[in-house]
Antibody, heavy 118, light 106 residues
């Protein structure tokens, strides 16, 4: 069965960095776009970034452009999010999700909490 | 950027009620809209994509309709397990989510 497992969250000071990972299994990872979505405490969902299946075309929400970098390693069935220059407003649960082109996010991980605080 | 506005923000309903949630897009998105259900502490679950196509395994009491700028999610007979927050998402351009509609027990 399809599984997505995020890791790498934690407490970091403003201006710091974290790298999130998402381990995928149960499907041909290299066939799918993948996304990161976040949810601040008590707030709604915010799409953060996505990456194409093979040519590594990437897109970011404006608020993270220049600070976050999405990448993938199809040989390791893994998705990553490098987060630099973190701000308090980046505090959220970060989910990875499998993307069906124009058909939504059909599988999600359990999420990993990132807390940015001094 | 395309903005999605959901209404109502909060909905109080009883088991068995018919419930309708609306999602309006700031510009036309054809049928590139999905709906998700999220329960507290859990990841969202895809219910509907392409505005009206039911995701595999989702009960038939859920339905979606609309195109262009106005979309609806309908639950024909609310069940206890349906009390949750619902989000729409547009997939026409850079993806974005609506603000959510919380459905609570009356």
């Amino acid at each position: 069965q399809v599984q997505l497992v995020e890791s790498g969250g934690g407490l970091v000071k403003p201006g710091g960095s974290l790298r999130l990972s998402c381990a995928a299994s149960g499907f041909t990872f290299s066939d799918y776009y993948m996304s990161w979505i976040r949810q601040a405490p008590g707030k709604g969902l915010e799409w953060v970034s996505y990456i194409s299946s093979s040519d590594n075309t990437v897109y970011y929400v404006d608020s993270v452009k220049g600070r976050f970098t999405i990448s993938r390693d199809n040989a390791k069935n893994s998705l990553y999010l490098q987060m630099n220059s973190l701000r308090a407003e980046d505090t959220a649960v970060y989910y990875c999700a499998r993307a069906q082109i124009a058909a939504g996010l059909d599988y999600w991980g359990q999420g990993t909490l990132v807390t940015v605080s001094s | 950027d395309i903005q999605l506005t959901q209404s109502p923000f909060f909905l109080s309903a009883s088991v068995g009620d018919r419930v309708t949630i609306t999602c309006r897009a700031s510009q036309g998105i054809s049928r590139y809209l999905a709906w998700y259900q999220q329960k507290p502490g859990k990841a969202p679950k895809l219910l509907i994509y392409d505005a009206s196509t039911l995701q595999s395994g989702v009960p038939s009491r859920f339905s979606g309709s609309g195109s262009g700028t106005e979309f609806t999610l309908t639950i024909s007979s609310l069940q206890p397990e349906d009390f949750a927050t619902y989000y729409c998402q547009q997939l026409n351009s850079y993806p974005s989510f609506g603000g959510g509609t919380k459905v609570e027990i009356k």
